[in-house]
């Protein structure tokens, strides 16, 4: 499976972004996609993920209520809407692709490249 994120930038506190994550190769619907992120001298961390089977959507709490991610069957595409930014939301975000607890970084083999996002204050 091969991914590419896009959609980074630089925004104001308060302000928004949608990252975008396209998939190709096996099967877009065998896998549980995700969104983790990497801030200046932090380690990597979940953001959200959306599964199949069983159909469900998983979130971090410090992006809970504010991000919202889906997905496009018929593109191989997922998405992360991202609302009301804060400075923390500072990272380099991953999308990927696993299988099992769709939480853990541990439970996805392929990686995007990542894309920055910046949020000035």
């Known amino acids: 499976v091969q991914l590419q994120a896009f959609g980074g930038g630089l925004v104001l506190a308060g302000g928004f972004l949608r990252l975008s994550c396209a998939a190709s190769?096996?099967?877009?619907?065998?896998?549980?996609m995700g969104w983790f992120r990497q801030g200046p001298g932090k380690e990597r961390e979940f953001v959200a993920a959306?599964?199949?089977?069983?159909?469900?959507?998983y979130y971090a709490d410090s992006v809970k209520g504010r991000f919202t991610i889906s997905r496009d069957s018929a593109k191989s595409a997922v998405y992360l809407q991202m609302n009301s930014l804060k400075p923390e939301d500072t990272a380099v975000y991953y999308c990927?692709?696993?299988?099992?607890?769709?939480?853990?970084?541990?439970?996805?083999?392929?990686w995007g490249q990542g894309t920055q996002v910046t949020v000035s204050s």
């Open positions: 990927a692709a696993g299988q099992g607890m769709p939480k853990y970084r541990s439970s996805y083999s392929y």
């Open positions: 190769g096996r099967a877009f619907r065998s896998f549980v």
């Open positions: 959306i599964s199949w089977n069983p159909d469900g959507t």
